[in-house]
């Protein structure tokens, strides 16, 4: 009879616990009962913004978010850090990976039936315009074009008031910016555009070049002959060439884009005899 007795009061303990404190308390395992870990529920709010512009090769400070915390239980908390990881369809771009480190504190929740409470933007329960993503990304994709699109794993670092340590996934491969098609060439010039100087002169060349995304290289061609070695330098936005012969060249430059779009400036210089 004891050992029936034994098989009785166990399920009833058992379930007396789930009754007072829940399955998700529970999972936690039977001492969170005595020692509560904070319950938290992180929510982003993304705010419009437009890529295009004068200003697209600057941080861009309109690609942000808000990031909203609900605490659900009494024990308060504090945001150590976030944690940034990006990737594209190719995989994990470990460059990419960036902290902000925070400290932010987040009362308890006052309100005992668990309300979630109201984000004001002077209330603890909200941080402000956190950046989605950070100028080396979006250098990075200008980069590597193909690839796309840009993807974030967003992850907070937390220590509760109890002394739990708590890792939680804000978004997951979440997009946070993606390139468009650019069927546009750069736009290029050359200076000095024309000119005229005698044999043995030594010219600087300066491509200058527009382009919707970023430029990737530079080609440059003397009379349709690609450059190289002593007689100057064949990459690169300046170009310098000596002109040891009399006569009327055509200094070509070749400028891509990483999207593939390429287009042409060129410079006509004479070279006269010297009398």
Known sequence: ??????LLFYPGVLFLVFAVCGCAWFSKGIMNIFNPE???RMY???????VGGEGKFDLMNGIVFDLLIYPLNEVGFTIERLEYRYSTKNGPV???TRNIYLAYYVPPNPYTDQTIPTSTETGPYAVRNLPLVFQEGIDYLWKNYREGILFLDLTAFIQDDAGHRIEKQIVSRFPVIEMGEDFFAPEVTVEPAEGEFPVGATITFVAQA???????SYQWFVNGAATSGCAGSAQGQVFTHT??????????VKVCDYAGNCSYGVSVITITKAE
């Not at 982003?44 to 437009?50: A, E, L, P, T, W």
């Open 44 to 50: 982003y709010v993304n705010r419009s913004f437009d």
């Open 210 to 216: 527009k382009d919707d995304y970023m430029v990737k």
């Open 243 to 252: 002109f040891s012969t009399a006569g009327t060249y055509s200094v070509l």
């Open 94 to 96: 470990d460059s990419l």
């Open 38 to 40: 904070a319950e938290i």
């Open 1 to 6: 009879m004891r050992l029936r007795k034994g």
